[in-house]
Each structure stands twice: as C-alpha cells, then as structure tokens.
C-alpha cells in the first residue's frame, strides 16, 4: 500500500482521536468558552457564578459554555454544598498542552 492510499484511507475514516480534538476545537472556537479556559489557567477552581460575573453572560448560559467544556473533556465539575464549581482537567494532556502553549503566548504578547 502506497502513502497516499494510507492517507486518503485514514482521511475518509477519523479515529476516537480526531473526533477528540474537533470537540475540543469546536468547544474552544466560541470566544466566551475560550475565555472561560483561559481564566482557568490561572484559577484552580472556580463557581459557575463567579464564571458568569467575570464572563459579562447569566449563571444559565454559563452553565451551558461548562456543559460544553465538560463534554470536551476539558473540564471537571465539582459540588461542595449547594456550589458547584469548575477547574480544568490537567489530567488530559491536551489540556496540559494547550495551557503550556497559552501560558507561552501570553509571555510574548506585546
């Protein structure tokens, strides 16, 4: 079997990974999702509502941006009494890569 054979072949079928990282891709392309990531970096958990106050969005729509973020795996939830906070799940080493790649980025921004 020729290279382009293998390529085309591993195009027209996406392994468990390539459907990993577009959820991951597709969870982090909407601005607010990523800026939810982003304060993360820095905040080693944080409460929904305190998601929404900095995210200028209601708790619901908060709520909805996590879901989406859990669902990628890039995030976990956590309930301590009646709160239910939220931190990244340093466990995936895609979130340990992006937030390598984050942390470099904002060193280097002007």
Same mark, same amino acid.
């Given at each position: ?13 996406? =392994? ?5 990282? %577009?959820? %991951? ?13 982003? @304060?993360?970096?820095?905040? /080693? &958990? ?13 708790? /619901? ?12 795996? @890039? $995030?976990? *939830?956590? &309930?301590?009494?009646? *709160?239910?906070?939220? &931190? $990244?799940?340093?466990? =995936?080493?895609?979130?340990?890569? $992006? ?12």
């Amino acid at each position: 079997m020729n290279t382009r054979t293998i390529i085309q072949q591993e195009v027209k079928s996406p =392994n468990e990974t390539d459907r990993r990282l %577009v959820a %991951v891709f597709k969870a982090l392309g909407d601005m607010t999702r990523f800026r939810i990531f982003r @304060l993360l970096i820095d905040q /080693p &958990r944080i409460s929904i509502s305190e998601i929404a106050k900095l995210s200028h969005v209601s708790s /619901p729509l908060a709520s909805q941006h996590i879901k989406i973020l859990v669902h990628a795996q @890039l $995030l976990e *939830k956590q &309930r301590t009494g009646k *709160k239910i906070y939220s &931190r $990244l799940d340093r466990t =995936n080493p895609v979130v340990r890569e $992006l937030v390598r790649s984050i942390k470099k980025n904002i060193k280097t921004e002007p």
